[in-house]
């Protein structure tokens, strides 16, 4: 049974510092691209960052370029998303993706259809 699993969120205050983790199961993730998503109450999902299947690739959306910055450890089936200068615009639930065939990643990637999704880690930036 393939499993995605984020971690790694909290309660935090702005300008606090988050690393997010999603660890496959069932599946090797050095084969499929892997992205981040975010979900706001009452807003729709946002794509936030993702990374190419080696790691050599990455893209990030404007509101969080500079801030954020994904990662990944082939040999632990992981991958990351550091955040770093919080801001209470930054709270949602946020998820991983991951999808097959070492697809290119970039402004669009987030418009396709993946092929496994976590269940999602809540972040809440608030004083």
């Known amino acids: 049974q393939v499993q995605l699993v984020e971690s790694g969120g909290g309660v935090v205050q702005p300008g606090d510092s988050l690393t997010l983790s999603c660890a496959a199961s069932?599946?090797?993730?050095?084969?499929?691209?892997v992205a981040w998503f975010r979900q706001a109450p009452g807003k729709e999902r946002e794509y936030v960052s993702a990374?190419?299947?080696?790691?050599?690739?990455?893209w990030r959306a404007d509101s969080v370029t500079g801030r954020f910055t994904i990662s990944r450890d082939n040999a632990k089936n992981t991958v990351y998303l550091q955040m770093n200068r919080l801001k209470p615009e930054d709270t949602s639930v946020y998820y991983c993706?991951?999808?097959?065939?070492?697809?290119?990643?970039?402004?669009?990637?987030?418009?396709?259809?993946?092929?496994?999704w976590g269940k999602g880690t809540l972040v809440t930036v608030s004083s």
């Open positions: 069932g599946i090797q993730l050095n084969t499929f691209a």
């Open positions: 990374i190419d299947f080696v790691g050599m690739s990455t």
């Open positions: 993706a991951a999808k097959g065939g070492k697809p290119i990643i970039g402004p669009y990637f987030g418009r396709e259809d993946m092929d496994h």
